[in-house]
């Protein structure tokens, strides 16, 4: 039997329950995720022996943005995020392409962590061809999303205390190499590559970094079920991405201290070389936090995006098969299987320096819509009937600066990922010209 709404019986609200301490977890297992597992060689790559370095400035250009979406969850509390805003701001067009990159960027990072999953961790296991591991992998994760949403954040529970003990046991383990008088503080200070000088190189590290912070900007969908989201959302958004910088910074001078540059900068499995010159750990173990690590990041990001994919084929901004739902399970079975198919396609096509960092072009076009929309959305003031008159409200530099990050990150964005990422910005941009008009007739 189905049940209607009219005017006269409107949908109920939320229930305001979630207080500031549940937020503030909710945001810090967002954030604290797989990232940093598989990219700190990387960003060593680009930016040499200083690690900690570009994830510092990384958190730094982070809270620019954070503000712009303090003040915007607080002056609408309601669920909608990014596309939300984009879209009151500046009509539906740009709502649909700030959703689309969202649901673009998802899929892009299922990508990469499948990549991350197939690299040296999994090697201490058993050595099989990466297309064959990403395969099997994505599909796995695809019949879990299948299976139900509430076996899926069953399994996440877990996987969360697991993966921050493996950040913690990293910072433990550098610490206790540094007073053995085994590690090499002066890579602590070491900035600088054959292709970057010191600030380019912490710029080119930070694009990378960025990745490791994404995930706050999903939280503002929780702030119109806080109790108190005007002074609750922002104690709990800066704070948990502080939490996050500290964590990340140490895993960063932890990994720059005790390994090598060159070998950190050449593993895919960075953390895992912490571990081995470390010893006292066994290598399969911590091999098999960093795996549940990346395969929950990539759970996580497979279920907002199919889940996203199906919302927007539900209000018809996709097509609408999109929209189809298993009967028992009520899982939306078309949007699992395509995303999980593009997410595989771009696997098996790039590499994870190339995935992270298109995932942070797309992440980018977010935000720097985002930080207009602060902007735009103020100058209406009392003239808009659905904003909170008392609302959280950041200094109008923060986000100038917050767009001025993003345009700066995007300038260090290189070439290979830009031809992987201005397709899919084009594709959003074709749709969302299309969906406006559609709208408009």
């Given at each position: ?106 899929i ?24 064959v ?44 190499v ?39 900007e999903?939280?503002?969908?929780l ?58 750990v ?65 696997a ?53 600066l ?40």
């Amino acid at each position: 039997m189905t049940t209607t709404h009219d005017a006269a019986s409107p949908q109920p609200a939320l229930r305001r329950s979630v207080g500031t301490f549940q937020l503030f977890l909710f945001i810090l297992g967002d954030v604290l995720g797989a990232g940093v597992y598989v990219l700190a060689g990387q960003v060593a790559d680009r930016s040499g022996g200083a690690v900690w370095v570009p994830l510092v400035a990384a958190l730094l250009l982070a809270l620019l943005t954070a503000g712009s979406y303090a003040e915007l969850a607080t002056r609408y509390p309601h669920a909608g995020g990014s596309s939300y805003y984009a879209h009151r701001a500046f009509g539906s067009w740009a709502g649909f392409l700030v959703g689309f990159c969202m649901l673009a960027a998802g899929i892009v990072s299922v990508g990469a962590l499948a990549l991350g999953f197939a690299g040296d961790y999994l090697a201490a296991f058993v050595d099989l061809p990466v297309p064959v591991t990403v395969t099997v992998f994505l599909v796995l994760l695809a019949l879990l999303n299948l299976r139900g949403i509430n076996e899926s954040l069953a399994a996440n529970s877990v996987a969360t205390v697991i993966e921050v003990a493996g950040l913690l046991l990293v910072i433990a383990l550098g610490a206790w190499v540094v007073l053995r008088g085994d590690a090499d503080l002066s890579r602590l200070g070491q900035l600088g590559t054959p292709e970057h000088g010191p600030l380019g190189a912490v710029l080119a590290g930070a694009v990378l970094a960025y990745y490791s912070y994404v995930g706050f900007e999903t939280s503002v969908n929780l702030a119109e079920e806080a109790r108190d989201p005007r002074r609750s959302y922002p104690r709990a958004l800066f704070g948990a991405l502080m939490v996050a910088g500290v964590v990340y910074a140490l895993v960063g001078a932890a990994a720059s201290a005790v390994v090598p540059t060159e070998q950190l900068a050449a593993s895919s499995g960075p953390l895992l070389e912490v571990v081995r010159r470390a010893g006292g750990v066994p290598l399969v173990l911590f091999s098999a936090i960093a795996l549940v690590a990346v395969a929950n990041g990539a759970l996580l990001t497979g279920i907002m995006s199919s889940r996203l994919a199906y919302g927007m084929a539900r209000d018809g901004l996709l097509p609408s098969a999109l929209g189809r739902v298993l009967p028992v399970r009520r899982t939306p079975w078309l949007a699992i299987i395509v995303t999980t198919a593009l997410s595989l396609l771009l696997a098996l096509l790039g590499s994870i320096e190339v995935l992270a960092s298109t995932l942070v072009v797309l992440l980018l076009v977010v935000f720097s819509a985002v930080n207009l929309a602060v902007l735009v959305l103020r100058r209406r003031g009392g003239s808009d009937p659905d904003a909170q008159a008392d609302h959280f409200r950041v200094p109008t530099a923060l986000p100038v600066l917050g767009l001025a990050s993003c345009l700066l990150l995007a300038t260090q964005v290189e070439a290979a990922t830009w031809r992987f990422a201005l397709p899919m910005l084009a594709v959003g941009a074709l749709l969302a010209v299309l969906a406006a008009r559609r709208t408009h007739r």
